[in-house]
T-cell receptor, first 114, second 111 residues
Framework: KAGVTQTPRYLIKTRGQQVTLSCSPI?????VSWYQQTPGQGLQFLFE???????NKGNFPGRFSGRQFSNSRSEMNVSTLELGDSALYLC?????????????FGPGTRLTVL | GESVGLHLPTLSVQEGDNSIINCAYS??????FIWYKQESGKGPQFIIDIRSNMDKRQGQRVTVLLNKTVKHLSLQIAATQPGDSAVYFC??????????FGPGTRLSVLP
């Protein structure tokens, strides 16, 4: 069974640009969560999608957005990039949105903003 | 590899010894907890979980202890091996809300 895949693995952008990251969950998983990981702030929750609907949202500005497609694949978008957006962006999938479901993480997309 | 945390607390243990990694969680209403292991260049990997109606759970070479009175979680790794070197995170969840992760602890296994 294939794991969670994220593309691209590495990305370099400049301030003011926008970026779209993609996540393909494990087959059969319907919930996708996104996290930002930085050395200073650790792992912080961005948002969670289930059946194409955003269920939960973390404390991030509106520049961060996401969506989920009917096949459960998810994308997140960051507009007007800032230097502080440089981070590892992790996607995690689970069968459903219940808190008792294990989350499986992808390898992440390393975003560098110059 | 990618730097998960430049200034994480570090636990150094001798190969073959037991390791104990601690975590203080924030929400007394949290009812589900997970320990994750993250190796350099990889996403977090599930190790073991525990629900709030339990105070101990054992897996293969790992044990998680939950003390709800002081909001404390610990991960015990028996006979620590070089492959256990990684950053370990605890995560808490409150009735289906999003997971909240602790800052992490870097485990370094000495030969």
């Amino acid at each position: 069974k294939a794991g969670v895949t994220q593309t691209p693995r590495y990305l370099i952008k400049t301030r003011g640009q926008q970026v779209t990251l993609s996540c393909s969950p494990i087959s059969g998983h319907r919930s996708v969560s996104w996290y930002q990981q930085t050395p200073g702030q650790g792992l912080q929750f961005l948002f969670e999608y289930f059946s194409e609907t955003q269920r939960n949202k973390g404390n991030f500005p509106g520049r961060f957005s996401g969506r989920q497609f009917s096949n459960s694949r998810s994308e997140m978008n960051v507009s007007t990039l800032e230097l502080g957006d440089s981070a590892l962006y992790l996607c995690a999938s689970s069968l459903s949105y219940s808190s008792y479901n294990e989350q499986f993480f992808g390898p992440g997309t390393r975003l560098t903003v110059l | 590899g990618e730097s998960v945390g430049l200034h994480l607390p570090t636990l150094s243990v001798q190969e073959g010894d037991n390791s104990i990694i601690n975590c203080a969680y924030s929400n007394s209403a949290s009812d589900y907890f997970i320990w994750y292991k993250q190796e350099s260049g990889k996403g977090p990997q599930f190790i073991i979980d525990i629900r709030s109606n339990m105070d101990k759970r054992q897996g293969q070479r790992v044990t998680v202890l939950l003390n709800k009175t002081v909001k404390h979680l610990s991960l015990q790794i028996a006979a620590t091996q070089p492959g256990d070197s990684a950053v370990y995170f605890c995560a808490e969840n409150n009735y289906g809300q999003n997971f909240v992760f602790g800052p992490g602890t870097r485990l370094s296994v000495l030969p």
